[in-house]
C-alpha cells in the first residue's frame, strides 16, 4: 500500500481546483463592462465615467430591475421565460426608466441613453462564471458581477448603511436659510438601494422614486410627480422649494433616530417612522370592492349616452371598467386625504382594448390618469355614491365624475 501513496498523491495534487460558484442573475449587483449598439463594435466606458449597474430582485418570473445609469437611477419590471426548440433563456424589461439626466455629463448622457436603449430591446441573455450579456437584437450589454470582496464602484450600493432602510418621515424643510411649514405628511422610505418619496407637504400628493448612492452616502431623485391642486399661498412656497431641492444630488447625514438630506437648495430633516399630525384627518372612504359603480353624472350634467355604460370597479390593487365601449384597467393606489377624500393615483401602465367604437365612449383613462380626489358617501351596497374629481390647469378643465353602486 505504501507503494502506492506517492502516485496516490500525485493524482490527487494534479487535479484542477474547484470552480467557485457562479453568481447568480438574481440579488447581484451587475456592473457593466462594455456596451455594443447594434452595428458598432463593443465600448468600454472611460475610466472617468462611473459604470452603470443593474440589479434584478424578486423571485419567480417576474423581477423588479434596479441599479443606475451612472449618472441617475435605474428602475423598471422585468420577466424571466424560455424561448424556442432550445430553450433560449429570455429576459424581457419593461418600463425601464432613467430618473432625471440633469445631473449627467455629455459623456455619461451618452452612454446612459445607449446603456437604456439597449436595455429596452434586451430578449435574451447568457450566463457565464461572473460574466452577464444581455441581447437586444444585434446590440449586446455585458456585464461582469460586483464581487463582495472588491470595493464598491462610487454608483452602486453595495457596502451602504443598511440602517437606513426603513420610514422617514419629514419633520422639518429649510429653504433659503428659513423653515417652510410642512403641513400633512411627507415619508422617505429606504430600502438598500431603492429609495421612494410619497405623501403630502403642502396640500398636492407627491410620488417619486430614487436612489442611494455611496462614496459619499447621497440620494438622487428622478421625476416626481403630484396632483395639480391650487395650493393656499402659506402651503405653496414649501411645495415649491421641495421640489427645487429634489432635483439636485442630496447628501445624506445620519445621527441616531434623526436624518437630514441637505443639497444647494436647502435641507430636509427626517426622523424614524411616521408621525402624527397634529390634528388628524379622518380617514375617507374607501371604494367598496364587490361593487361596480356606473357612471350617473358629469360635471353636473346626465352621463353622455354610451353603447356600453361606463363604470369603475376596484379589486386586488387595480381600477378596472368600461369607457363606453372598450375595457379599460390599471394598478392604482390611494393616497393622502385631500378635501375628504383620497387621491386616486395609478401606479403602472393602463391596458385598453381595441374594439372599433363609435365616437359615443368617454375618456376614462384620461380622467384616472390626472390622479382624481376620490371622494365616497353612503354605506357600502347599492346606492352608494363615489365622486371622482380634478381641478382646472392650464391644460384641462376642472372636472366631476359621480358613479353609482349597481
Known amino acids: 500500500m505504501s507503494a502506492l501513496l506517492p ?121 457565464s462564471g461572473d460574466t452577464l450579456t444581455l441581447s437586444a437584437g444585434k446590440g449586446r450589454l455585458t456585464f461582469r458581477a460586483l464581487k463582495t470582496n472588491t470595493p464598491a464602484p462610487a454608483n452602486t450600493a453595495a457596502g451602504l448603511n443598511t440602517s437606513l432602510n426603513g420610514a422617514w418621515t419629514v419633520t422639518r424643510l429649510t429653504a433659503s436659510g428659513r423653515d417652510l411649514p410642512t403641513s400633512g405628511l411627507l415619508n422617505v422610505t429606504f430600502d438598500g438601494p431603492k429609495v421612494t418619496l410619497g405623501g403630502v407637504v403642502g396640500c398636492n400628493a407627491l410620488r417619486g422614486t430614487g436612489a442611494l448612492l455611496g462614496s459619499p452616502t447621497r440620494v438622487t431623485f428622478g421625476s416626481v410627480s403630484s396632483t395639480r391642486m391650487a395650493c393656499p399661498p402659506t402651503q405653496a412656497p414649501a411645495e415649491t422649494a421641495l421640489t427645487s431641492l429634489l432635483r439636485a444630488p442630496l447628501t445624506v447625514t445620519q445621527a441616531g433616530s434623526t436624518l437630514t438630506l441637505s443639497g444647494t437648495g436647502g435641507t430636509l430633516t427626517l426622523t424614524r417612522g411616521p408621525q402624527p399630525t397634529a390634528t388628524p384627518a379622518p380617514t375617507p372612504a374607501m371604494p367598496d370592492p364587490a361593487a361596480t359603480y356606473t357612471l350617473t353624472r358629469v360635471n353636473g350634467a346626465p352621463a353622455p349616452a354610451t353603447a356600453r355604460p361606463v ?57 384616472l390618469d390626472r390622479a382624481p380626489t376620490l371622494t365616497v358617501q353612503g354605506a357600502a351596497g347599492r346606492g352608494q355614491t363615489l365622486t371622482l374629481t380634478v381641478p382646472a390647469t392650464a391644460d384641462a378643465p376642472a372636472e366631476r365624475w359621480e358613479f353609482q353602486a349597481r
Open 7 to 127: 502516485l496516490t498523491l500525485a493524482v490527487l495534487t494534479s487535479l484542477p481546483a474547484p470552480t467557485p460558484a457562479s453568481p447568480a442573475l438574481v440579488g447581484t449587483t451587475w456592473v457593466l463592462q462594455t456596451v455594443q449598439p447594434a452595428g458598432s463594435a463593443p465600448i468600454t466606458p472611460g475610466a472617468r465615467l462611473t459604470r452603470p449597474t443593474l440589479t434584478l430582485t424578486g423571485s419567480g418570473a417576474e423581477l423588479t430591475v434596479g441599479g443606475t445609469t451612472g449618472c441617475s437611477p435605474l428602475t423598471g419590471a422585468a420577466r424571466l421565460g424560455t424561448a424556442g426548440p432550445l430553450k433560449t433563456a429570455t429576459l424581457l424589461l419593461r418600463g425601464v426608466q432613467g430618473g432625471s439626466s440633469q445631473n449627467c455629463t455629455d459623456a455619461a448622457l451618452s452612454l446612459r441613453e445607449d446603456y437604456l436603449n439597449l436595455l429596452r430591446a434586451t430578449t435574451r441573455y447568457d450566463l
Open 311 to 367: 363604470s369603475l370597479t376596484f379589486r386586488d390593487g387595480r381600477v378596472g371598467g368600461v369607457d363606453g365601449c372598450n375595457n379599460v384597467g390599471a394598478p392604482y393606489a390611494l393616497r393622502g386625504t385631500v378635501s375628504g377624500g383620497t387621491v386616486l393615483s395609478l401606479t403602472g401602465p393602463a391596458f385598453t382594448t381595441r374594439i372599433a367604437c363609435p365616437e359615443t365612449g368617454v375618456n376614462l383613462i384620461g380622467l
